[in-house]
Structure formats: C-alpha cells, structure tokens
C-alpha cells in the first residue's frame, strides 16, 4: 500500500461546529504532515510529526487542533474555524524527518459557512 | 530562510515543442531539490528527486548549486503533460526537523 487515504473528501461545517479530519498510511512512515492549500496558491505547511511527537506547528492557530494517535494515523480537529480556513487540506507522509520526499493525500476540501 | 521562487504562474506550449520549467531556490544547507506535478483533479505527485538524477516521463532535472537552480526539462511536450508543476525544496526547519517549502507553482498547457 503506497497510499495516503484522507477523509472525508469533502467537509461543510459552520463556525460553531467541531469537526476532525483524519490520515492514514501504511508504508511505514514515521514522519506525517499536514499542509494546507488555498485556491491557486501552492501548499503551506502547518504541522509536523516525527514519530508520534509534534516536532513544527507553523503557527497556526488554535482553532486547528493536530493529533497523532499511532504511527499510521493523524488527525487534524478543528473549532470556531472562520471562513478564510475554507481550503484543500493535505496530509503527507515521508519515511522520517530526515527525508522530506513526501508522499500526499487527496486532500480533505473544506468549506466554512 | 528557504525559500523557492517558479517566475512563471503559465507556461503555454504546442504539443512536441520543448519544455522547461524554471526553478530557483534560496538556502544555506544542503538542499533537497523535488519536482511534483497536479493534474487536474488529482492528488500531488512526486514526479522527480534531485538525488535520483532520473528521468520520469520524459522530464529531465539537473541541480545546479551555482546557479541555485532546479529546472525542470522536456525536449518534446505531450498534452497529458498538462497540469500545475511545483517546485519543492526540502530543508531544515528552525526546530531542526526538515520538511518541503513549495515554490508558487506554474501551470503548463500544451496545446494541440
């Protein structure tokens, strides 16, 4: 399996919901990121994790919420999101932190209303 | 600070003409140089690695420390090759764990 699978492909939520958006890989990766990319615009990095442990946070807000439960899964919960968090959100995995070729999901498109 | 610079948002080209998407990066260390491709629709794909120094789809790219350049070549340009080509440098971050920064991104169409 040479995939990353995320879920769910797409998500409306509104501004008072909590909502989760979850990764998964099974190339035995230890290092999971999450990016995130609006319209046109290349993907920025939000967080890091290097076995299991949060290594980066671009400093994101707090309203964003990453969770690394095992070495296969990642979430990202989410709070009082605004409408400009609306994007493409992309998880990524790469063998450790030393190597950056990364591997990315489909991406979770999430709208904010 | 890294950082990766694509001067290009559009390259437009007739389906056989040659192809080069530019790339330059800015960085102290070491760098690792990636190129990955959007088509339409579809998740982002690695498409080629500096260290490799192979050739995917007929794409060709060549680090060029001198010239802190990562170019990204084809001699003749297919319109499947259309879609959005991101330049990708992979560095160490201030917390001293590495992870990509990602150039603005061009878009090739090929036409027919």
């Known amino acids: 399996d040479t995939e990353v699978t995320q879920t769910p492909k797409h998500l409306v939520m509104g501004m008072t919901n909590k909502k989760s958006l979850k990764c998964e890989q099974h190339?035995?990766?230890?290092?999971m990121y999450w990016y995130k990319q609006k319209a046109k615009k290349p993907p920025e990095l939000m967080f890091v994790?290097?076995?299991?442990?949060?290594?980066i946070n671009e400093s994101v807000p707090s309203r964003f919420s990453p969770e690394c439960p095992n070495s296969s899964l990642l979430n990202l919960h989410l709070h009082a999101l605004q409408p400009e968090d609306s994007a493409l959100y992309l998880c990524?995995?790469?063998?450790?932190?030393?190597?950056?070729?990364?591997?990315f999901g489909q991406g979770t498109r999430l709208t904010v209303v | 600070a890294q950082r990766v610079t694509q001067p290009e948002k559009l390259l437009s080209v007739f389906k056989g003409a040659p192809v080069e998407l530019k790339c330059n990066y800015s960085?102290?260390?070491?760098?690792?140089l990636f190129w990955y491709v959007q088509y339409s629709r579809q998740r982002l794909q690695l498409l080629l690695r500096?260290?490799s120094r192979e050739s995917i789809k007929g794409f060709t790219a060549d680090l060029n420390k001198g010239e802190t350049s990562f170019h990204l070549k084809k001699p003749f340009a297919q319109e499947e090759d259309s879609a959005m080509y991101y330049c990708?440098?992979?560095?160490?971050?201030?917390?001293?764990?590495?992870?990509?920064?990602f150039g603005s991104g061009t878009r090739l169409q090929v036409q027919p």
């Open positions: 994790y290097s076995y299991e442990k949060l290594s």
């Open positions: 990524a995995s790469s063998p450790d932190h030393r190597n950056t070729e990364a591997f």
């Open positions: 960085y102290s260390g070491s760098p690792e």
């Open positions: 190339m035995g990766h230890r290092a």
């Open positions: 500096h260290i």
């Open positions: 990708a440098l992979g560095s160490l971050m201030d917390t001293g764990r590495r992870a990509l920064t």
